[in-house]
């Protein structure tokens, strides 16, 4: 089975930085995909890390070190729009499904 | 193209009605994906076509949900004798490969009541 564990919710303040960990634990590793889902709406796709290091795309970077199962999304120059649900993902395998995690909920402030 | 598309954006039913949703993906996506999602949760995984083949379905999908993609573009969802633990929002996503990223659609907000 899998197991993939972020925190349920965080708060930042608007102009900051945030970084959203995420562990799993999975056998057959293939993938993490980090995913913004807003309140009512579909997830849409933020970056994906199949090797080891950083994935810097504007304002948002992910982590993945797959010797120790961990994954971080940061967000830099927070802004009021990213307050949303982040969800982590693994890919197993050459299976195409994704196995997301709860999500962690980022509210953030002025 | 304007994105993965979903009918209709919210449904309620009575329990024990069937009920049918379809999606339609990105034109050149071979791989279709089905999730479910309840609140405070990640979307669960319940069934991905390649074309017109069906090549995993969830344990979590009970024979009372069938799923096709008759011509390999669109797909449809039937839920058959609905119960209320079916209330859920239905994903569908699409993708280019295994390779490449899902691209979700807006969903199916269905309740039951």
């Known amino acids: 089975g899998q197991n993939i564990d972020q925190p349920t919710e965080m708060t930042a303040t608007e102009g900051a930085i945030v970084q959203i960990n995420c562990t799993y634990q999975t056998s057959g590793f293939n993938g993490l995909f980090w995913y913004q889902q807003h309140a009512g709406e579909a997830p849409t796709f933020l970056s994906y890390?199949?090797?080891?290091g950083l994935e810097e795309k504007g304002r948002f970077s992910s982590f993945l070190s797959r010797s120790k199962g961990y994954s971080y999304l940061l967000l830099k120059e927070l802004q009021m729009k990213d307050s949303a649900s982040y969800l982590c993902?693994?890919?197993?395998?050459?299976?195409?499904?994704?196995?997301f995690g709860t999500g962690t909920r980022l509210q953030v402030t002025l | 193209d304007t994105g993965v598309s979903q009918d209709p954006r919210h449904k309620i039913t009575k329990r024990g009605q069937n009920v049918t949703f379809r999606c339609d993906p990105i034109?050149?996506?071979?791989?279709l994906y089905w999730y479910r999602q309840t609140l405070g949760q990640g979307p669960e995984f319940l069934t991905y076509?390649?074309?017109?083949?069906?090549?995993?379905k969830s344990r979590l999908l009970s024979d009372r949900f069938s799923a096709e993609r008759p011509k390999g573009s669109f797909s449809t969802l039937e839920i058959q004798r609905t119960e209320q633990g079916d209330s859920a929002m239905y994903l569908c996503?699409?993708?280019?490969?295994?390779?490449?990223?899902?691209?979700f659609g807006p969903g199916t907000r269905l309740t039951v009541t």
């Open positions: 076509f390649q074309n017109e083949a069906q090549l995993e």
């Open positions: 996503a699409s993708s280019q490969g295994l390779g490449y990223e899902q691209y």
């Open positions: 034109s050149e996506h071979n791989r």
């Open positions: 890390n199949v090797l080891d």
């Open positions: 993902a693994v890919r197993r395998g050459t299976a195409s499904k994704l196995t």
